[in-house]
Nanobody, 120 residues
Framework: QVQLVESGGGLVQAGGSLRLSCVAS????????MGWYRQAPGDQRELVAS???????NYADSVKGRFTISRDNAKNTVYLQMNSLKPEDTAVYFC??????????????WGQGTQVTVSS
């Protein structure tokens, strides 16, 4: 069984910062790509940022220069540092992970989500 557990969400004023964490645990042989997505009410889930096992990163245009994704492979953890937050960043943030199992297969799991609310 594999679990992804997010933390760090909350309520912050516009211009503030939050740091999200996502810890992966369970039958994981190696973590490949990890990412953060978000979904606002009535909207589709969208990619915020992703990071590969070689630390290559990708960001949505709307967060470039404000958000930074990073990972700690020893802790199976991915982080999202969010600065200069805007009300339009309000959403439920989900992490996902693509990983190789001990059986050699690739799987993708999602976390349960953490709410981020930015007040104006």
């Amino acid at each position: 069984q594999v679990q992804l557990v997010e933390s760090g969400g909350g309520l912050v004023q516009a211009g503030g910062s939050l740091r999200l964490s996502c810890v992966a645990s369970g039958s994981i042989f190696s973590l490949n790509r990890m990412g953060w997505y978000r979904q606002a009410p009535g909207d589709q889930r969208e990619l915020v940022a992703s990071i590969t096992s070689t630390d290559s990163t990708n960001y949505a245009d709307s967060v470039k220069g404000r958000f930074t994704i990073s990972r700690d492979n020893a802790k199976n953890t991915v982080y999202l540092q969010m600065n200069s937050l805007k009300p339009e960043d309000t959403a439920v943030y989900f992490c996902d992970a693509v990983f190789q199992t001990y059986y050699g297969t690739l799987q993708r799991y999602w976390g349960q989500g953490t709410q981020v609310t930015v007040s104006s």
